[in-house]
C-alpha cells in the first residue's frame, strides 16, 4: 500500500504500529491456544480432533528430541549398525562458498555455472527502534 504524500517517518511510524499489533495478536492467539488445550487436554505426542459445534480443534502433542553426539559416540559400537538412529546430512557450507566466490573464482564458476549451486535473493529484511520519544 502506496500513498503519496508520505514521509520517511510516516511510514516508519506505521511499520512500529504494525509490528506492535502483529505481537499482541500473536501472544492474544497463544493465549487462546493454551486455554483451549487446558481445555480439551493434550498427548504427549499425536493428534486429538475435537468437534466443537461448528469448528474442528486439532490439538497435536510434539515431543523434540536431541542427541548428544559425544555421548553417543562413546555408545555406538554396542548398538548394531542397521539400528544406529543417526542420518549424515549433506548441506550446503554458505562460509565456504563465500569463500570461494571470494577467493577461489574458478572453482565457485564450476559449481554455478554446472548448476550444482543456485543463488536467488532471500527475503529482505527491516530493522527499526525508535529513538526518541
Keep these: 500500500m502506496t500513498i503519496k504524500n508520505r514521509t520517511l517517518d510516516d511510514v516508519a511510524a506505521d511499520l512500529m504500529v504494525a509490528r506492535s499489533l502483529e505481537k499482541s495478536a500473536t501472544e492474544q492467539r497463544i493465549a487462546i491456544e493454551e ?3 487446558s481445555l480439551l487436554g493434550a498427548k504427549a505426542e499425536g493428534a486429538d ?3 466443537i459445534g461448528p469448528y474442528k480443534v486439532v490439538i497435536t502433542g510434539k515431543l523434540n528430541r536431541k542427541l548428544d553426539l559425544k555421548r553417543y559416540d562413546q555408545v555406538v559400537d554396542r548398538i548394531p549398525e542397521a539400528l544406529r538412529p543417526v542420518k549424515i546430512k549433506r548441506e550446503l557450507d554458505v562460509s565456504g562458498i563465500k569463500y570461494l ?3 577461489e573464482p574458478d572453482i565457485y564458476a564450476l559449481l554455478a555455472h ?3 549451486l543456485t543463488v536467488e535473493p532471500a527475503k529482505t529484511s527491516v530493522t527499526i527502534i525508535r529513538t526518541e520519544d
Excluded: Q, Y
Design 114 to 116: 554446472s548448476g550444482a
Design 35 to 37: 486455554e483451549l488445550i
Design 101 to 103: 566466490a571470494n577467493n
Design 49 to 51: 480432533t475435537h468437534n
